[in-house]
């Protein structure tokens, strides 16, 4: 049974931020960022989004297609420099940017998921991790069945992403993510967790501290993320929910950040697997949703973006059990 006692002793830390259709936003936040300093939990405290990243990844790309400089259409292989997508037979994929964005690929992830590197270890590239070659992942990225045939969710999907954002703008991703998105709204506790960037804001801002299945604090706090468009996102639920509201203006043809038809291209249910969108999912008429869960902390996002109502739900522990059984849906559900 969930009630909100129950959930607070699940979890060291939970952050919530909820919108009303008026646009009032309340925020609610319970227990400690840091069990061992007592640090507690206000609205500024940064957690881990995780899968979150997906949603502004699918932004980018977005990006870069309304400048004409990619066809979501095309194969992604067109714009790759530094790495090709390969079928499992060995030749280039055909999977447009399209598949990767609606996990329609036919990319299948390896058995012991995506979990992050400690600070300390030796740094891997995106290579290693779309050719399997990262002591958390040995499954090299594949085509491994035609495009649009069969939904996989897939981190190295995303990776694909990574890498075609970079090679286009010939920068960092988390630079990239920070001028289409987070400077133009101002946010100032989010970010992707590129070793440099981990560095950086633990100076700057109260982070929460990730803890296990068993309470025990991930060694160096905040384990760094080479597959950041993936699951490298941080930030807190008010800022998730800025990132909601443009993201409802852009669908209402009201926003600077992203044009009316590239919204509702993300916000249109794929032709096979109506519960999926481009980098986000579909909940329900006219809401979307898309949640986040690694080794340092459980996350979902929900919105109407025709209403504008919307709910952010962060806690800093991997429950061990996905959101419906963790509380997180029930928080969601109930703000």
Known sequence: MNDIETIRKRFPGISCAYRDAAGKVTTKCYGLADKEEKV????????????????????????????GRIDIEKPVNLYLRRWKLLASSGEESDASIRSLLSHTSGIIDGEDGFYGLRRSDPTVSLTDVLDGRTSYNNR?????????????????????LQMLLEDLEQKQYEDIADEYVFAPLNLKNTFFASLA????????????????????????????????????????????????????????????????????????????????GLGIFMDGENRLSISGWGENGQSRLKFNYCTGEAAAVMVNQNPGVEQSESGVEWLINNG
């Open 197 to 276: 960037n981990l560095t950086d804001y633990e100076h700057r801002i109260v982070m929460a501290t990730g803890y296990d299945e068993n309470g025990l604090a991930i060694p160096g706090k905040y384990p760094q993320m080479p597959d950041l468009a993936a699951s490298g996102l941080w930030s807190t639920p008010k800022e998730l929910l800025m990132i909601a509201k443009e993201f409802t203006n852009a669908c209402n043809g009201k926003s600077s950040l992203l044009q009316a038809s590239s919204a509702l291209e993300m916000a249109k249910p794929s032709e096979r697997f109506p519960w999926v």
């Open 40 to 67: 507690p939990v206000d609205e500024n405290t940064a957690f881990p989004a995780c899968s979150i990243s997906k949603f502004i990844t699918a932004i980018c790309v977005m990006k870069e297609f309304e400048q």
């Open 140 to 160: 090299p990225a594949r085509s491994e069945s035609p495009q649009g045939t069969e939904f996989e969710y897939s981190d190295a999907g995303f990776c694909v």
